[in-house]
């Protein structure tokens, strides 16, 4: 889906610049993950869909991967730890994908999904790490660069860096 951008005047007037919002919690799982899952998703080979997908998760990945699986009938593996809140974890349930439950750190869930990748042939499909899904993360980036051509500063919150690395690229490509 692509989103709104929209001026935000309060932000503006407290900064003293225009500043502008990209509405992502409008995609349909909430967030930008949906992006980058659904690119990942559509870069998959005819062989790569049918074995189908593992990725480790603390929750958004997980249910955008979901999402995107279900949308084309693909099998889908989620490992999450035990710290994923049940919402969370529910919530990809009920999208479609298997849930794994394993260990109490993200590293847990990562050691099950290549496990899962290795014994059983799941493509794995990282949160942030993978070309796909930062290229899909960075169409974002030429939304906003549309919706506000003359921008001079674009913030973008770095967790594990797919986001802002997509952004990245496009604004580059585009400015």
Not at 36 to 46: Q, R
Not at 64 to 90: D, F, Q, W, Y
Not at 110 to 138: K, N, S, T, W
Not at 150 to 172: H, P, R, Y
């Amino acid at each position: 889906l692509e989103t709104s951008t929209m001026l935000s005047p309060t932000l503006s007037q407290r900064l003293g610049s225009p500043v502008h919002l990209k509405l992502e919690h409008r995609q349909a799982t909430g967030g930008f993950k949906l992006r980058g899952a659904s690119n990942a998703v559509a870069s998959l080979s005819v062989e790569e869909r049918k074995r189908g997908v593992v990725a480790a998760s603390t929750g958004n990945h997980g249910r955008a991967l979901a999402h995107a699986t279900r949308l084309e009938g693909m099998r889908a593996v989620i490992c999450m730890s035990t710290l994923v809140p049940a919402n969370k974890v529910e919530e990809i349930g009920r999208l479609g994908a298997e849930t794994r439950i394993v260990g109490s750190s993200q590293d847990d869930a990562q050691v099950e999904a290549e496990r899962l990748a290795g014994e059983e042939g799941l493509v794995m499909v990282p949160p942030f790490d993978h070309p796909a899904v930062i290229a899909g993360q960075g169409t974002l980036g030429l939304e906003m660069m549309e919706a506000v051509p003359d921008a001079e500063t674009v913030l973008v919150q770095l967790s594990g860096g797919g986001l802002a690395s997509g952004i990245e690229a496009a604004v580059k490509g585009v400015s």
